[in-house]
């Protein structure tokens, strides 16, 4: 390709919007610019990229012997109401009325739509396990889109979703799928952790998320360095450390406390530690109202607390309904909890030592509290807590060790919510019909792209690994004349003629502005032909990666190519 | 491939709603699967199909130099005020509305985007001319989405759109789409007619259809066999008989036609041909009301008449409307119309013969009228009439012959539209600032598709072209027993090893079966390695689109390579 009749719209000035490194460069080398909010327009450059990581996905999904599929982005509403999940999805789905007022999704996922695909094409046992996926654009309607594409309003998505008769096939499935994508990202040049994460509303009996460990990261890993467990803050058990035990006053009986509604406060005038205090946290949603009792140091976990009821939807009571069902904020103890609340204990509780807890009423609390014996309410028990740094492994003990990480990747075990829910069936071995189970396995294509520029930029802009370069080499040439035109010209020809993937910079400008465009976009090899070639037959060959120039007398055509292909060998091998 | 492992659901019945081949062809040999009214889902040899046509169009558009993108689908309301197409566009285009009330289209076309996009990226004459493409899906709330993926509401288009500093260079362009349109058609095996057309609401000055002759098609093309000259008949102009004169009586009187309305009733009451009246057509849009006059033997073009008034909108006035504004249905003439409407004559109508026409009052026509001497209000002349089959050619005089055509591509030249509603200019050549011409030039792919099938079927099922196949080669093999199966996977794997693109059936079927299948989904060249085999080492190939069986002796490999390859390049050869 010839930059001249290509788009190379480099920029030097960062956009104004663009708070992370991926974002800056996308705009900057000319890969994307902005449509509006959460949408952009891929240019050539950017749009190559994309389409490596596509067929990278597609590779890897097809030696594993998926079907890919290509399905309605519009999809009816009637497909969500037999989910159930119409009313679930929220505002975060688009939602567009056709002439006659049907009603559809802009699809977001795709379960409904291809579990009513598969339902009539699925008869048999023979017919299964089956893996359908698609590449193809997906909506979400987020409040806040942001940091470019790696959090977007439209954008492409490959996913999958596998159908099985048992639970062992969908396992030997979800592991195959757990290494097309270890593949598909170490191929990509990412660096990829799976952790165990929450399956929020796709239902479901495990999943996990493949992370890229990244300071710009939305999520926050657990991970411990001994065992290798692995997971999303959201989902990691919290693990009560063996030596813990309360270290407040035994005795019991109430202690003044005015004004002091904070955990911080109230440890501090009684001289006891946050982890010998007991807080409370009042959460609903549409049908039921409950409080949360925690260790005083530790947070809810949200993700957890909705897993273990049930619930769909969770919120915090405002402090005046609090009040208006007789409680007073700040100073709930667990025994002044009416009967228009549910109860529920943190296992990080021990119930039977003796904590600082709220008195249920106006600036008091009560020490030596010993839940256990206290509590005259039904209670639940569950882990809720957040686990945090350095708390307990769950497997081993050894202390987590705390990552932001960014998702790229999630795999699913869904069961059978949506089988069920379509009533998809077919005959077994023993000509019984039975309900199916069901995986679903997704990638972000383009948050694959900004993510690989997170982890792949320097002062100068964007390496790609080699694998998804919009072009694997540039060549550029400064050359004045016929003469020193058409030498040039047989530069490109022949590199292109023995296959190399070229982007041939012989635009009229300097080679200062050349060379900082081809290292801001990022091409991993650059074959220079300029002046120091007409003066005294020297070339160069530049390794943007590890910012490698190895200069060299031209002699002949096998001889560059054995440099180039040798380097570009070393840089593939790299990916394995 | 191996079939057991891919989805292959063939149907034996025609689907109940498919009333054109392609469509009942689609659905029985596995290829699409509908999701509702205007939506498919792409099974894998569907998809297989549409990448392929994507791919050469691809390949193609980029030969001309053209660049590919890929832009958002959902577009903000504001780029379609900018062009003033948000109220023009209709019901046919889907709205949605986001979570901040913000209204965007599903984009049916993306002149607005493109234009939005390129314009700070073009900068100087030198950034010219540029040809910007993308292959993407869009969308359309059709009124009645028919014939399968032919008319359907969600679909893939290749839309490319050019910006030149001049009408020359805008020329240029459209001669080179033209060209590689036709070239993008016959490579996937499809003859097309490229014919002149109706701009409609996209503006601009001319542009083209490509056209592919099927009795299902919905466009009528009038093509003239002498000179060349073709068109939708939406666009044709009608040219006058030069044998034609009035020879209705040219006494001037009137006289009574009691309950006679109709051109047909009228003449032969009065024992005139319809081509010595004329007729009236009221129509309006929201600001006029306008009466035309045409020969009673013709009918009223409202392309045509839009395209002349300029008018974005048409409907006919109601009769009620007429009867209130003082005129009597039925016998409207040219001089009994008041200022309350505009009129027009069509030129079809000689102003100085006689005709038969309305008296302007119930049940009276007056005989002998002449137009030129009698109408007293201003009137506009203009072609609007629509041309038939046998009228003469407006090239060269011969007649027309008329064909029904399904639009697979069409290409325009839009002018300035969208560049001086978007303000995109570019210093020229001097240095002074100008507002650029442009083109668009669309293909709909999954329309060809279905078009092929509709060239390509016979009571077996479809015919693909080689290029566009779901696969080359269908190997049938029937084996029994470990022995025999080790030997035709060694024919897979030989052909596969080879570089043949082979869809193996090896499934656990009957060779009928497995036979009809393979003539249903339309593989190219089957290959069949059975109980001949086994017997007395006779192989077979089959040509499908030439209905031609070939049995031989099996004498290696390399014999079978070349005879298969050599099929397989007479079959391209049948494409250039």
């Not at 919007?17 to 902005?34: E, N, P």
Request: glycine share 8%.
């Amino acid at each position: 390709m010839r930059a001249s009749k290509y788009l190379v719209p480099t920029e030097k000035e960062n956009p104004a919007d663009a708070v992370v490194a991926s974002h800056r460069l996308m705009i900057r080398a000319g890969l994307i610019r902005k449509s509006g909010s959460g949408f952009y327009f891929y240019l050539p450059l950017g749009l190559r990229v994309l389409k490596k990581i596509e067929n990278i996905v597609r590779e890897e999904m097809d030696s594993t012997g998926a079907l890919e599929f290509q399905l309605p982005i519009l999809t009816p509403s009637e497909f969500w109401e037999t989910s159930g999940r119409w009313n679930v999805m929220g505002a975060e789905m688009f939602r567009v009325k056709d002439r006659h007022d049907q009603w559809y999704a802009l699809g977001p996922t795709h379960e409904e739509s291809f579990s009513y695909l598969v339902k009539p094409l699925l008869k048999s046992y023979k017919d299964l396990p089956i893996n359908v996926y698609q590449i193809h654009t997906k909506f979400r309607d987020e409040i806040r889109p942001r940091f470019g594409v790696i959090r977007s309003r439209e954008f492409i998505m490959k996913d999958a979703y596998s159908f099985h008769l048992d639970e062992a096939s969908l396992d030997a499935t979800y592991q195959e799928m757990r290494s097309a994508y270890r593949k598909i990202f170490q191929r990509c040049g990412l660096k990829t952790i799976p952790v165990q994460a929450d399956s929020g509303s796709m239902g479901g009996s495990a999943s996990e998320e493949f992370m890229v460990v990244s300071s710009i990261g939305e999520e926050t890993l657990l991970l411990c360095g001994n065992c290798g467990y692995n997971s999303n803050s959201e989902k990691t058990p919290f693990v009560l450390d063996p030596s813990y035990s309360a270290q407040g006053p035994k005795e019991k009986k109430e202690v003044p406390t005015p004004n002091k509604k904070s955990i911080q406060e109230v440890s501090e005038l009684l001289g006891v530690r946050p982890q010998d205090t007991i807080k409370a946290v009042a959460v609903k949603n549409e049908k039921e109202s409950l409080i949360v009792f925690l260790r005083g140091d530790l947070e809810l976990n949200e993700h957890k607390l909705k897993s273990y009821l049930k619930w769909t939807d969770l919120e915090m009571i405002p402090e005046p309904e609090l009040k208006s069902k007789g409680l007073v904020p700040g100073f709930i103890g667990p025994s002044d909890v009416n009967s228009s609340f549910k109860l529920l204990l943190d296992s990080s509780i021990k119930k039977e030592e003796a904590y600082v807890v709220g008195a249920g009423k106006e600036d008091a609390h009560i020490q030596g509290y010993v839940p256990g014996s206290e509590i005259k309410m039904e209670y639940m028990v569950a882990d809720v807590a957040l686990a945090r740094e350095g708390d307990p492994c769950p497997t081993c003990g050894t202390s987590l060790k705390a990552e932001k990480g960014i998702e790229v990747g999630h795999i699913f075990k869904l069961g059978d919510k949506y089988t069920k829910a379509f009533q998809i069936q077919v005959l077994d071995q023993q000509g019984k019909a039975k309900i199916l189970t069901m995986g679903c396995y997704g990638i972000g294509v383009n948050r694959t792209m900004a993510t690989v520029i997170e982890q792949c930029n320097d002062d100068k802009g964007i390496y790609w690994p080699i694998s998804i370069a919009p072009f694997e080499i540039s060549l550029v040439t400064l050359a004045k004349g016929a003469e020193q035109e058409a030498k040039v010209l047989e530069f490109y020809e022949n590199l292109k003629n023995e296959g190399f993937e070229v982007f041939w910079d012989e635009r009229d400008l300097g080679p200062g502005f050349k060379f900082k465009d081809s290292e801001l976009v990022g091409f991993p090899i650059r074959i220079t032909v300029g002046k120091k070639f007409f003066e005294s037959g020297e070339i160069s060959i530049y390794d943007r990666k590890h910012d490698k120039d190895e200069s060299f007398t031209f002699s002949g055509f096998d001889d560059l190519h054995t440099r180039v292909e040798n380097l570009r060998q070393e840089l593939y091998q790299e990916l394995l």
